[in-house]
């Protein structure tokens, strides 16, 4: 191998281990999780005060760009698990759990979409998406990461910063107002999750019946029937109620509580209308 072979693997594997680097791993109401939730309070709360009466065209760039910033710690992420340093030695072995489409990685998808589109029903749909189910996934991890904490401290970066830009772009849309608030929002939102569940669908039949993957896991969603239950809460579900019912419950799960965070969105809105008067 030739000394630029050479000083460029040397280079990549010094990348790899940087991109590796170690940390205690971080645990629920720890320092880091505390910081992580000041943190995206502190953004949501500059954000809105900033750009509270933007443009239409200021909000898509606010949803466009951060949408590319989670697309780019997403692919810092894929790096991560596809590549290993063992022994100096450069080993590849994708790790197919870490696929990216889970539920909450269709936001930063959403997103993309939404701040390339002009006005029209279809964007509108997909802010809907964004401010309630895309809220509500980010609430989710960031108030229980117990789950996605790991040893890899560029990990647990990129997962709190992903879902706390998720929290901040739903409150953002309707501090902003560019989300109409009104009990129809989740029925505006419905189509696009439904989609993103039939993608998920799809993509978790063909890795089980192709094999695939091999004999590791493939579960977009945490639905599948092909693999033990994992989600939190709905995994009780999954042990007592069949498939595809339980499925339902899902879809029907998180879209009662999209509608429950439209409702609390409505009521502080409210709330704020009649102190102002």
């Given at each position: 191998m030739s000394n630029i072979g050479c000083d460029s693997m040397k280079i990549l594997v010094s990348l790899l281990t940087f991109l590796d680097f170690d940390m205690t791993t971080p645990v629920m109401f720890g320092w880091f999780h505390i910081l992580s939730l000041v943190l995206t309070?502190?953004?949501a709360v500059l954000l809105c005060r900033v750009f509270s009466s933007a443009e239409e065209k200021t909000v898509r760039r606010i949803v466009l760009y951060t949408s590319v910033i989670s697309?780019?710690?997403e692919v810092y992420k894929q790096i991560n698990y596809t590549f290993f340093v063992t022994d100096g030695v450069i080993v590849t072995d994708?790790?197919?759990y870490a696929f990216p489409f889970q539920f909450c990685s269709t936001p930063m998808y959403v997103g993309l979409l939404a701040?390339?589109?002009r006005p029209c029903k279809v964007r509108d749909a997909l802010y809907s998406y964004l401010a309630t189910y895309g809220?509500?996934?980010g609430l989710c991890v960031m108030l229980y990461p117990a789950q996605v904490f790991i040893s890899t401290i560029g990990i647990n970066i990129q997962t709190m910063i992903c879902h706390g830009l998720m929290i901040v772009v739903g409150i953002y849309l309707m501090f902003s107002e560019a989300v109409k608030l009104d009990h129809k929002t989740i029925l505006r939102a419905l189509p696009v999750f439904v989609v993103n569940v039939i993608i998920a669908i799809i993509l978790n039949e063909l890795a089980y019946f192709t094999g695939f993957v091999g004999d590791e896991t493939f579960n977009m969603f945490f639905f599948s029937p092909h693999y033990a239950p994992s989600l939190p809460v709905y995994s009780i579900v999954?042990?007592?109620v069949s498939y595809p019912w339980s499925l339902f419950i899902y879809i029907a799960g998180f879209t009662a509580a999209?509608?429950?965070i439209t409702a609390i969105a409505m009521l502080i809105r409210r709330v704020f209308s009649h102190r102002e008067k």
């Open positions: 309070i502190l953004v697309i780019v710690l994708y790790q197919w701040g390339l589109l809220l509500f996934a999954q042990q007592y999209g509608y429950i």
